[in-house]
């Protein structure tokens, strides 16, 4: 996946595309083959409904989440998204930035790398990504527990 900008609220709350926040922020991401996949039959849906709607879809630099105008979609927009997704299958309530939190702990508990995890989410240092996104999980907490036992007994 291809990040080349980020969305801003600029004078009057007009959105617009920026650069991002720093020259980190644009970057590649390699995305396992199932994600992708989705991807791909999500652009092909995306397609088809928006020629309905009178635009070409076929340019790769269209958004993923156009409003039905082709516009960009308002920052609020995946919260309302997030928060009836939520209601409608009782799920825990995270916030939508919370995701990106929870992707770095997954990342750090599959044992990826402080220096991959740093580069995948765009941070122009590693100090950010050790300062802010290195919540260690339950799971984390019972391995170094258990690890600390095992070097005791020895």
């Not at 998204?81 to 939190?101: P, Q, S």
């Not at 984390?140 to 527990?145: I, N």
Request: aromatic share 10%; hydrophobic share 35%.
């Amino acid at each position: 996946i291809s990040i080349t900008k980020s969305v801003t609220q600029g004078l009057n709350n007009r959105l617009y595309l920026s650069n991002g926040k720093t020259i980190n922020s644009i970057r590649m991401l390699d995305m396992d083959t199932q994600t992708m996949e989705y991807l791909k039959q999500w652009r092909t849906a995306q397609q088809k409904q928006m020629f309905k709607l009178g635009f070409n879809f076929l340019s790769q630099d269209n958004f993923i989440f156009p409003t039905v105008n082709n516009e960009i979609t308002q920052p609020s927009k995946p919260t309302q998204w997030n928060n009836a997704i939520c209601k409608k299958y009782g799920l825990r309530h995270i916030k939508v930035h919370g995701f990106r939190h929870t992707h770095a702990s997954l990342l750090f508990e599959a044992g990826v790398s402080m220096q991959n995890v740093k580069e995948r989410l765009g941070h122009a240092n590693i100090e950010t990504t050790m300062d802010i996104y290195t919540h260690v999980t339950k799971k984390q907490k019972e391995e170094t527990a258990n690890q600390f036992a095992s070097y005791m007994e020895n």
